[in-house]
């Protein structure tokens, strides 16, 4: 969305910039005031496809190599998808992250952003005791996004132990 200058509330003299952030589906937007709402970065969507290389282990061995094609898309601020400039494809996307990472890799970055996220939902749980609390439709919608990924996370790896690895 575009940022608008207008007064803040309680007709302060001084103009503020203000920009609502991006609302969840389940919730109302949330305005915020300064210089934040310019750095929040809303992603829509991300998209992970497998790629297989064939490579060579040092005793001559030949081994399939997994890899992940990973990119986090951006939602733009009218709501519409972006679109990649250059591209001819109508349905391409502008990517906000594009690369090409090793299967353990990514389960590592999925691994170390679990724990950061773990330690992020730690502070925000202690800082819950004051007076203001955060919107309950978007906790909500949060957590319920994270058992969703800690299901999702937990069946991909037991196909990766019970389908990949040699008994």
Same mark, same amino acid.
């Given at each position: 969305?575009?940022?608008?200058?207008? $007064?803040?509330?309680?007709?302060?003299? &001084?103009?503020?910039?203000?920009?609502?952030?991006?609302? &969840?589906?389940?919730? *109302?937007?949330?305005?915020?005031?300064?210089?934040?709402?310019?750095?929040? *970065? $809303?992603?829509?969507?991300?998209?992970?496809?497998?790629? &297989?290389?064939?490579? @060579?282990?040092?005793?001559? @061995?030949?081994?399939?190599?997994?890899?992940?094609?990973?990119?986090?898309? #951006?939602?733009?601020?009218?709501? !519409?998808?972006?679109?990649?400039?250059? *591209?001819?494809?109508?349905?391409?996307? %502008?990517?906000?992250?594009?690369?090409?990472? &090793?299967?353990?890799?990514?389960?590592?970055?999925?691994?170390?952003?679990?724990?950061?996220?773990?330690?992020?939902?730690? *502070?925000?749980?202690?800082?819950?005791?004051?007076?203001?609390?955060?919107? !309950?439709? #978007?906790?909500?919608?949060?957590?319920?996004?994270?058992?969703?990924? %800690?299901?999702?996370?937990?069946?991909? %790896?037991?196909?990766? !132990?019970?389908?990949?690895?040699?008994?």
């Amino acid at each position: 969305m575009p940022d608008e200058i207008k $007064p803040a509330p309680r007709a302060k003299p &001084t103009p503020r910039i203000r920009k609502p952030k991006v609302a &969840t589906k389940t919730s *109302v937007p949330i305005t915020l005031y300064g210089a934040i709402p310019r750095q929040i *970065v $809303p992603v829509r969507s991300s998209s992970m496809m497998l790629l &297989t290389a064939y490579g @060579e282990k040092e005793d001559g @061995e030949d081994v399939m190599v997994p890899l992940l094609d990973f990119q986090l898309f #951006r939602a733009s601020a009218n709501g !519409e998808d972006e679109k990649a400039d250059g *591209v001819d494809d109508q349905n391409a996307d %502008a990517a906000l992250i594009s690369m090409i990472l &090793t299967l353990e890799n990514a389960s590592y970055l999925f691994s170390d952003m679990a724990g950061d996220m773990q330690r992020a939902v730690a *502070v925000l749980a202690n800082q819950c005791g004051g007076g203001i609390k955060p919107d !309950e439709q #978007r906790i909500r919608y949060s957590a319920q996004s994270l058992r969703k990924a %800690a299901s999702r996370l937990e069946e991909a %790896a037991g196909l990766l !132990e019970n389908d990949c690895l040699i008994s």
